[in-house]
T-cell receptor, first 111, second 114 residues
Framework: TQLLEQSPQFLSIQEGENLTVYCNSSSVFSSLQWYRQEPGEGPVLLVT?????EVKKLKRLTFQFGDARKDSSLHITAAQPGDTGLYLC???????????FGGGTRLMVKP | NAGVMQNPRHLVRRRGQEARLRCSPMKGHSHVYWYRQLPEEGLKFMVYLQKENIIDESGMPKERFSAEFPKEGPSILRIQQVVRGDSAAYFC????????????FGSGTRLTVV
């Protein structure tokens, strides 16, 4: 059974601060996907990383896939209140049949 | 371009009733996945279907739960004789191919069993 541990579970910071969310596993994934989920809605895909060591940037968000494709991180620079939400990492196995989700990081950015 | 459409958005059922959740994938997407999100828990995979075929149902409870994706019409997740523990948000996702490296999720159906 593949497991993804996401940390921290909760994060409350002031506007303008930086933060990093971690997603760790002992399993290798063919891809690692990051989603954001708003209350009452489904997850929305932010980015997919596929290659070990890959780094992708989306404005103030930087995503990294570990060299061994077992872990990933999401770094947000100069957080804004609009970044508030639930961030989920999800790993896709080689079979491509399913996603294994982490427990999520609930981020609150205070103005 | 309509996204993944799920209905109903909210469903209330009494214990012992049946719940039917519907999912229409994005146009051109032939792969459908169902996930369940229990209160204060993460999303858990339930089942993966292609048209008229169940590909992987390893996450489905063995009893009372079934899923189908007919040639015509939406995918249906059916829960028979619901119990309070079935109360959760059920999400459907679709993709155009397997190993698509990114899924489009619907807004979910929130099932409440009273």
């Amino acid at each position: 059974t593949q497991l993804l541990e996401q940390s921290p579970q909760f994060l409350s910071i002031q506007e303008g601060e930086n933060l990093t969310v971690y997603c760790n596993s002992s399993s290798v994934f063919s891809s690692l996907q990051w989603y954001r989920q708003e209350p009452g809605e489904g997850p929305v895909l932010l980015v997919t990383v596929v290659t070990g060591g890959e780094v992708k940037k989306l404005k103030r968000l930087t995503f990294q896939f570990g060299d061994a494709r077992k872990d990933s991180s999401l770094h947000i620079t100069a957080a804004q209140p609009g970044d508030t939400g639930l961030y989920l990492c999800a790993g896709e196995g080689n079979a491509g049949n399913m996603l294994t989700f982490g427990g999520g990081t609930r981020l609150m950015v205070k103005p | 371009n309509a996204g993944v459409m799920q209905n109903p958005r909210h469903l209330v059922r009494r214990r012992g009733q049946e719940a039917r959740l519907r999912c229409s994938p994005m146009k051109g997407h032939s792969h459908v996945y169902w996930y369940r999100q229990l209160p204060e828990e993460g999303l858990k995979f339930m089942v993966y279907l292609q048209k008229e075929n169940i590909i992987d149902e390893s996450g489905m409870p063995k009893e009372r739960f079934s899923a189908e994706f007919p040639k015509e019409g939406p995918s249906i997740l059916r829960i028979q004789q619901v119990v309070r523990g079935d109360s959760a948000a059920y999400f459907c996702a679709s993709s155009p191919t397997q190993n698509n490296y990114g899924y489009t999720f619907g807004s979910g159906t929130r099932l409440t069993v009273v």
